[in-house]
């Protein structure tokens, strides 16, 4: 009977592990995909767009601040961005000037 108590103890807990790094693999690809998407989507605004991702987003979107050079000018901006988890399309508010949101970019 302890045998099978340790052997059931053992393939909970290898279990739950297997089920924590699915996990955490599943919100590092759910980041990547906010990033792609919202640098994506802020390209008219942005030349070469960073995000700093939400590392989890609310219950509907994930959400982004994409910050770079604006494109034509020679200021940083920042542009707040949502991704819809169901449809997976991003969109970007208006432009943010540098001076009011400071955000450091370069990876």
């Not at 053992?10 to 089920?19: D, K, P």
């Not at 790094?21 to 960073?50: H, M, N, P, Q, Y």
């Not at 770079?68 to 707040?80: E, L, P, Q, W």
């Amino acid at each position: 009977m302890k045998t099978r108590s340790a052997l059931a103890a053992i393939l909970i807990s290898v279990g739950a592990t297997a089920v924590h790094a699915s996990s955490d693999d599943a919100w590092s690809e759910f980041r990547t995909e906010v990033d792609k998407a919202c640098v994506s989507a802020a390209k008219g605004l942005i030349e070469k767009g960073e995000a700093l991702v939400d590392p989890f987003g609310s219950e509907s979107y994930g959400l982004a601040v994409v910050s770079g050079k604006a494109v034509g000018a020679k200021m940083t901006i920042s542009a707040i961005c949502v991704f819809d988890k169901k449809t997976k399309k991003a969109e970007i508010g208006g432009e943010i000037p540098g001076d009011r949101l400071m955000v450091k970019t370069g990876k």
